[in-house]
């Protein structure tokens, strides 16, 4: 694998993490009750304020909460999926967002408002793991490891020491899971329509 045409970033290739990256920016200048307007709630979901499943993930804490996500958002692009069309990216973006707060929604009636980027990112992660498998086999599944180790001592222990307040408040953890198995999820649908797609063509 050629790793530095992996590093060649076009503007087209951008657009998608450029885009959520402003949208994050924006929303994080407005006041509070827009936030809240915004924000993943339980109860307003109820009385059909069905917006809040996508807009959840785009409005957060504080600046450091903002900026850990925007910094995984990047991190996660530059190194598994730079070289994705935008149009594949935000619908990667898209489903894994609609799935991830389907999860909470369903698998937990508890929570009962939600802010935040890093359940998607967590999804974008274990997709863009997966992804590389066949060319990056061995890094691919020693991250993959470490992410899934993670995310099983969060569901044990409970957030990592010291990322509640880097947050700027409670990180929910099942946001974390639900997002890497929707990563998984995306993927999995993907290939399946490839392999579909080539057998197909032949």
Known sequence: MDRSASFKFSLTHTICPLAVTLVCLLLSLATESVSGWLEYHRTQLVNGEIWRLITAHLVHLGWGHLTMNLLGLWIIWALLMNNLPWQRCSLILLLITLITSAALWFFSPQLVWYRG??????????????????????????????????????QWQGPLPGSESMADGPVVVASHLYGALSGMLVWLIGSVRFANNRKTSD
């Open 117 to 154: 980027l890093s359940g998607v990112l967590h999804g974008l992660l274990i997709w863009g793991l997966l992804e590389r498998l066949k060319q990056e086999p061995l890094l691919s599944v020693s991250l993959l490891l470490a992410v899934i180790g993670k995310i099983a001592w969060e």
